[in-house]
């Protein structure tokens, strides 16, 4: 069946430093990709999605690449702060985000 | 924006009683809700998928008896955790989808279930 796979974490970085968290997944025919974000103590909020291969999502600085060749959705963000500390999910969805597969989270933590 | 609320956001319980979680879209009717079962340091589990009007679709390995799930109305699903016992303390997750399109599920944020 359909998976997600994310790179482990926590990862520690530094106030302004470059983030990448690298996801990957296993699906039939062409699932919409998302990245959601769980701030401590809350619930999920979709950080951003894209729908179709080559498209980008992106949101406050963050963005992702739908790579279909590599079956890759990886985060980036070019220079992170301490608010952007929370829990990421990397998630697929074969009826545009109605039932999500997530991958099993990376938290992130940034230091000042 | 759309907002879900859940209810209660905490809940501690003594095993063998049954504990009900509420889960409320807001500002738009969703004929489907799903629940996600969070263990610490881990990824969100699909549950099932609670459909207003019907009966709930459970993924392979739930209980159904003892995960009760209600759908009575647009705006409103239920979990009931019957005959609670310590490994069912979790974080529990609603989510709820306006059906429209390109929507985005919207989440609660959680109910963290303990078990005594």
């Not at chain 1, 990448?20 to 951003?48: D, M």
């Not at chain 1, 590599?70 to 009826?95: I, M, P, R």
């Not at chain 2, 956001?9 to 996600?36: H, N």
Request: glycine share 8%; aromatic share 10%.
């Amino acid at each position: 069946g359909d998976s997600v796979t994310q790179m482990e974490g926590p990862v520690t970085l530094s106030e302004e430093a470059f983030l990448t968290i690298n996801c990957t997944y296993t699906a039939t025919g062409y699932p919409s990709l998302f990245w959601y974000v769980q701030y401590p103590g809350e619930g999920l909020q979709l950080l951003l999605k894209a729908t179709k291969a080559d498209d980008k999502g992106s949101n406050k600085g963050f963005e992702a690449t739908y790579r279909k060749e590599t079956t890759s959705f990886h985060l980036e963000k070019g220079s992170v702060q301490v608010s952007d500390s929370a829990v990421y999910f990397c998630a697929l969805s074969q009826d545009q985000g109605g039932k999500l597969i997530f991958g099993q989270g990376t938290e992130l933590s940034v230091k000042p | 924006g759309a907002v879900v609320s859940q209810h209660p956001s905490w809940v501690i319980c003594k095993s063998g009683t049954s504990v009900k979680i509420e889960c409320r879209s807001l500002d738009f009717q969703a004929t489907t809700m799903f629940w996600y079962r969070q263990f610490p340091k881990q990824s969100l589990m699909l549950m099932a998928t609670s459909n207003e009007g019907s009966k709930a679709t459970y993924e392979q390995g739930v209980e159904k008896d003892k995960f009760l799930i209600n759908h009575a109305s647009l705006t409103l699903s239920t979990l009931t955790v019957t005959s609670a016992h310590p490994e069912d303390s979790s974080f529990y997750i609603c989510s709820a989808h306006p059906g429209a399109g390109n929507s985005p599920l919207h989440f609660g944020n959680g109910t963290r279930l303990t078990v005594t």
